[in-house]
């Protein structure tokens, strides 16, 4: 019965496909697809340049995760998206190529410290108002290596207090940070009740998990669809996804369909270790067995 549910609904959306204009009814795919994939600027070696689009769209993904540039010993990120012309050629260029920016990215927080930085405020409002003005919903802010809550328990207090302080930023702005942690899915319900903002939620990350030895699928169960905001959906580097045995993407798939989670599954690494610079082999591979999975491309 399910099945035939899902296979008249399925044709209904396909016959109202149809009456539409080619690039109408593309769009309107699009909208109805509850899985998107995406690729990141920083990691196709594109960082914050306008030919990030066209890369994109020759892999074969749905979107871009666009990175808010480095931090170094800045007040705030080096960012070519302040630039209102510039923001206007990345927004030009993705609807050129149909093409959305699925979230920004705050990854100079890998390597410096959230908890520590003076400016942070400064740093996350320019990304959120980055967000409003390229109309994007998502953020991820990993708390990085010095922000590190297993073996930097101490920070703990200084991070629930500021992620609170970016929650109200993120509520006010009609936006959404996610953060990504070295904790279980357990502690980061835990985290995320303690920090009480419906404008922070997890950025869920596969390889965290899996170098664990932890249970990947019961994480994302645990955390449920409602925290979770958008996945990067790999391992670390080594083989492509298609060829990882701790991996089991239709396993993940059907987690994710019984959760009823829809969203953004942004690619970030398992290139070949054999040849871990070819951008167009590793992401074009790793793009096509996601729309095989997810899509059923």
């Known amino acids: 019965m399910q099945n035939r549910r899902e296979f008249l609904r399925n044709a209904a959306l396909l016959t109202a496909g149809f009456c539409l204009p080619d690039s109408k009814a593309w769009a309107f795919a699009a909208k109805k697809q509850p899985y998107k994939?995406?690729?990141?600027?920083?990691?196709?070696?594109?960082?914050?340049?306008?030919?990030?689009?066209?890369?994109?769209?020759?892999?074969?993904?749905?979107?871009?995760?666009l990175d808010m540039g480095g931090l170094g010993?800045?007040?705030?990120?080096?960012?070519?998206?302040?630039?209102?012309?510039?923001?206007?050629?990345?927004?030009?260029?993705?609807?050129?190529?149909?093409?959305?920016?699925?979230?920004?990215?705050?990854?100079?927080?890998?390597?410096?410290?959230?908890?520590?930085?003076?400016?942070?405020q400064r740093m996350v409002q320019d990304c959120i108002d980055t967000m409003k003005a390229m109309n994007v919903k998502t953020a991820f802010l990993p708390l990085g290596i010095q922000g590190d809550l297993v073996k930097n328990p101490e920070l703990r207090p200084a991070i629930v207090e500021r992620l609170k302080v970016v929650g109200k930023m993120a509520?006010?702005?009609?936006v959404v940070i996610g953060i990504e942690t070295s904790l279980d899915a357990k502690a980061e319900v835990a985290l995320l009740k303690e920090i009480g903002s419906s404008a922070i939620k997890i950025y869920f990350n596969?390889?965290?998990?899996?170098?664990?030895?932890?249970?990947?699928?019961?994480?994302?169960?645990?955390?449920?669809?409602?925290?979770?905001?958008?996945?990067?959906?790999?391992?670390?580097?080594?083989?492509?996804?298609?060829?990882n045995t701790?991996?089991?993407?239709?396993?993940?798939?059907?987690?994710?369909?019984?959760?009823?989670?829809?969203?953004?599954?942004?690619i970030e690494r398992s290139r070949d270790q054999k040849d871990p610079t070819n951008v167009r082999k590793n992401f074009t591979a790793n793009v096509k067995y996601m729309k095989k999975v997810f899509q059923g491309a």
């Open 37 to 65: 994939i995406a690729v990141i600027d920083l990691m196709i070696l594109k960082r914050q340049k306008l030919s990030a689009f066209q890369l994109t769209k020759e892999l074969g993904a749905d979107g871009l995760e």
């Open 171 to 174: 509520k006010k702005a009609g």
């Open 73 to 120: 010993n800045r007040e705030t990120f080096d960012s070519k998206l302040a630039d209102p012309e510039q923001r206007k050629q990345f927004l030009d260029k993705a609807k050129e190529l149909g093409l959305e920016i699925c979230s920004l990215a705050m990854t100079g927080f890998y390597a410096q410290s959230f908890a520590k930085r003076p400016t942070y």
């Open 246 to 266: 701790r991996l089991d993407m239709y396993k993940v798939k059907r987690t994710l369909d019984d959760m009823g989670w829809k969203g953004w599954l942004v």
């Open 206 to 243: 596969f390889s965290n998990p899996l170098k664990e030895g932890r249970d990947l699928y019961q994480e994302l169960r645990i955390l449920g669809k409602k925290r979770i905001c958008q996945i990067h959906c790999t391992d670390e580097d080594g083989v492509w996804l298609e060829n």
